[in-house]
């Protein structure tokens, strides 16, 4: 029954993959030395990026969005919620002004009415559902009504409680407008949209949040949620999880949660030495990785979720500390402050953010002192969130022989090494991984190091276990074979 297993985890990793989540770019403009908006959605092109939200509705950026293909997220301001909630000719005004004479060659595919509301000095919490029902009102008469989903972005603030993620629940104060919302939103089959920045959980409490916990790193250590023994990676999915949990408390677990704005700032005051470019391009990279390779959380393991990255510039005209001006990818000049791969199946040095790594002449191999078990953990994460080509090891590959755990994980954690910065963190692998100047390639198994070419998609991030025989894994991979048209089926009808 081995082969069978072996096929049907394969089956389930094929199928996760093509249920991944969606990745876009947030577009604010507070700021005074942006580029023009035809300008921007050329540089939003060159990524291939094709959904981006901004928080209002610009006519010259909305026409610049035209004919591009892009799935744009437009909002309502905070400030003209009270006219949407009043009347409902403000509305219909708006929309026959706004979006009517651009839509569809602008794919407008979501309106969010009111932003972190909860976090408004101005108390407008109590506007949002009679504005958001105006809304739904003018789109229905626009025969628009199940073309344009409406939905509210939240902060993390929403809740009263977060930690552990089973016991999230939403602050009492908001239930007034909450539970209508809610319900508004699962009658119009609407996510939850959320505002996430696990930069913010470490910044504030670096004592009990790790640096490597917030940027998905596999340095880091595993947090056991007490009340249902889920284990955490990374605090993402703590906070995805948290307002699962919340919502499943109220009885509202079928709504998808959506991510409207999450990243990391590149630039900060003295006091925020978290907030450095090498630091974005890590938590930005394993994000993009996590949505697009590894959906799901703990709680719902395998559901996809769509997430924003905010943001696409650095805006000087931001109020606050230093650092709430520095969260962009790119200066407003539009040279890159570092590079992002989007499809999260790439490889872009953390450290540079070439597509070649320097290692300085060192590699990474398995610790002759590492135990069994943690040397199969970190092949395992290596092989698959870690994204690692792992098709060398495979039974009948150049690197499959000696067929031992020590090797197989030595070439993998060489992989990721030199993917990702050939620096001591990279080689850590919970103290399983050491670095090493002598070259640990041997007859045709050559190992990765500096300049080598490095592929550009993971043909095999399974977790490899020793013991496999070419006359199994042939058997396995005929069973896969014959299970391609209900892979593809399932794809398709996604």
């Given at each position: 029954?081995a082969?069978?297993?072996?096929?049907?985890?394969?089956?389930l990793?094929?199928?996760?993959?093509?249920?991944?989540?969606?990745?876009?770019?947030c577009y604010?403009?507070?700021?005074?030395?942006?580029?023009?908006?035809?300008?921007?959605?050329?540089?939003?092109?060159?990524?291939?990026?094709?959904y981006?939200?901004?928080?209002?509705?610009?006519?010259?950026?909305i026409?610049?969005?035209a004919?591009?293909?892009?799935?744009?997220?437009?909002?309502v301001?905070?400030?003209?919620?009270?006219?949407?909630a009043?009347?409902?000719?403000?509305?219909?005004t708006?929309?026959?002004?706004?979006?009517?004479p651009?839509?569809?060659?602008?794919?407008i595919?979501?309106?969010?009415?009111?932003a972190?509301?909860?976090?408004?000095?101005?108390n407008?919490?109590?506007?949002?559902?009679?504005?958001?029902?105006n809304?739904?009102t003018?789109?229905?008469?626009?025969?628009?009504h199940?073309?344009?989903?409406?939905?509210?972005?939240h902060?993390l603030?929403?809740?009263?409680?977060?930690?552990?993620?089973?016991a999230?629940?939403?602050?009492?104060?908001?239930?007034?407008?909450?539970?209508?919302?809610l319900?508004?939103?699962v009658?119009?089959?609407?996510?939850?949209?959320?505002?996430?920045?696990?930069?913010?959980?470490?910044q504030?409490?670096p004592?009990?949040?790790?640096?490597?916990?917030?940027?998905?790193?596999?340095?880091s250590?595993?947090?056991?949620?007490p009340n249902?023994?889920?284990?955490?990676?990374?605090?993402?999915?703590?906070?995805?999880?948290?307002?699962?949990?919340?919502?499943?408390?109220?009885?509202?677990?079928?709504?998808?949660?959506?991510?409207?704005?999450?990243g990391?700032?590149?630039?900060?005051?003295?006091?925020?030495?978290?907030?450095?470019?090498?630091?974005?391009?890590?938590?930005?990279?394993?994000?993009?990785?996590?949505?697009?390779?590894?959906?799901?959380?703990?709680?719902?393991?395998?559901?996809?979720?769509?997430v924003?990255?905010?943001?696409?510039?650095?805006?000087?005209?931001?109020?606050?500390?230093?650092?709430?001006?520095?969260?962009g990818?790119?200066?407003p000049?539009?040279?890159?402050?570092?590079?992002?791969?989007?499809?999260?199946r790439?490889?872009?040095?953390?450290?540079?953010?070439?597509?070649?790594?320097?290692?300085?002449?060192?590699?990474?191999?398995?610790s002759?002192?590492?135990?069994?078990?943690?040397?199969?953990?970190?092949?395992?994460?290596?092989?698959?969130?870690?994204n690692?080509?792992c098709?060398?090891?495979?039974p009948?590959?150049?690197?499959?022989?000696?067929?031992?755990?020590?090797?197989?994980?030595?070439?993998?954690?060489?992989?990721?090494?030199?993917?990702n910065?050939?620096n001591?963190?990279?080689?850590d692998?919970?103290?399983?991984g050491?670095?090493?100047t002598?070259?640990?390639?041997?007859?045709?198994?050559?190992?990765?190091?500096?300049?080598?070419?490095?592929?550009?998609t993971?043909?095999?991030?399974?977790?490899?276990?020793s013991?496999?025989?070419?006359?199994r894994?042939d058997?396995?991979?005929?069973?896969?074979?014959?299970?391609?048209?209900?892979?593809?089926a399932?794809?398709?009808c996604?």
């Amino acid at each position: 029954m081995a082969h069978v297993a072996f096929v049907a985890l394969l089956f389930l990793l094929l199928v996760g993959h093509c249920l991944g989540g969606k990745v876009g770019i947030c577009y604010g403009r507070n700021a005074d030395d942006l580029p023009a908006p035809d300008k921007v959605v050329q540089l939003i092109q060159q990524q291939s990026l094709k959904y981006v939200r901004i928080y209002d509705t610009n006519i010259d950026v909305i026409k610049a969005f035209a004919n591009t293909g892009v799935e744009l997220m437009v909002g309502v301001p905070n400030s003209d919620l009270l006219p949407f909630a009043q009347y409902q000719s403000n509305v219909d005004t708006w929309l026959k002004n706004s979006i009517l004479p651009y839509y569809p060659a602008t794919m407008i595919t979501y309106i969010t009415v009111g932003a972190e509301v909860t976090e408004s000095p101005v108390n407008v919490s109590a506007l949002v559902v009679p504005a958001m029902r105006n809304v739904h009102t003018a789109l229905k008469k626009a025969g628009l009504h199940k073309k344009i989903t409406i939905s509210s972005t939240h902060s993390l603030g929403i809740l009263s409680r977060s930690f552990p993620p089973s016991a999230g629940a939403f602050n009492s104060s908001y239930a007034y407008f909450l539970k209508p919302m809610l319900e508004f939103l699962v009658e119009n089959q609407a996510p939850f949209m959320v505002d996430l920045y696990p930069y913010y959980a470490y910044q504030n409490s670096p004592s009990n949040v790790s640096l490597n916990y917030a940027l998905f790193s596999p340095q880091s250590q595993d947090v056991i949620d007490p009340n249902t023994g889920l284990v955490y990676t990374n605090m993402f999915d703590a906070q995805i999880d948290s307002i699962f949990f919340a919502l499943m408390a109220l009885n509202f677990k079928t709504l998808k949660i959506m991510v409207t704005e999450t990243g990391w700032p590149n630039k900060g005051a003295a006091k925020e030495t978290g907030a450095t470019p090498d630091n974005a391009q890590t938590y930005n990279t394993n994000l993009i990785r996590h949505v697009v390779n590894d959906s799901g959380t703990p709680a719902k393991p395998g559901e996809e979720i769509d997430v924003y990255i905010f943001s696409l510039f650095n805006e000087n005209r931001k109020p606050g500390i230093e650092s709430e001006r520095n969260w962009g990818l790119f200066f407003p000049d539009q040279s890159s402050i570092y590079s992002l791969d989007w499809t999260g199946r790439g490889n872009v040095d953390i450290m540079t953010g070439g597509n070649i790594t320097n290692a300085n002449g060192t590699w990474c191999v398995a610790s002759a002192n590492a135990s069994e078990t943690d040397l199969q953990n970190g092949l395992n994460w290596a092989c698959g969130p870690g994204n690692v080509d792992c098709s060398a090891i495979q039974p009948s590959q150049p690197c499959y022989q000696p067929d031992t755990l020590a090797s197989h994980a030595s070439y993998a954690f060489n992989s990721y090494y030199q993917q990702n910065g050939a620096n001591d963190v990279a080689c850590d692998f919970g103290g399983t991984g050491v670095r090493t100047t002598k070259d640990p390639s041997y007859d045709t198994c050559v190992y990765m190091a500096a300049g080598s070419k490095m592929s550009t998609t993971n043909s095999s991030n399974l977790p490899v276990q020793s013991g496999f025989s070419p006359s199994r894994f042939d058997k396995n991979f005929y069973l896969l074979f014959s299970m391609l048209p209900i892979m593809i089926a399932a794809c398709i009808c996604h």
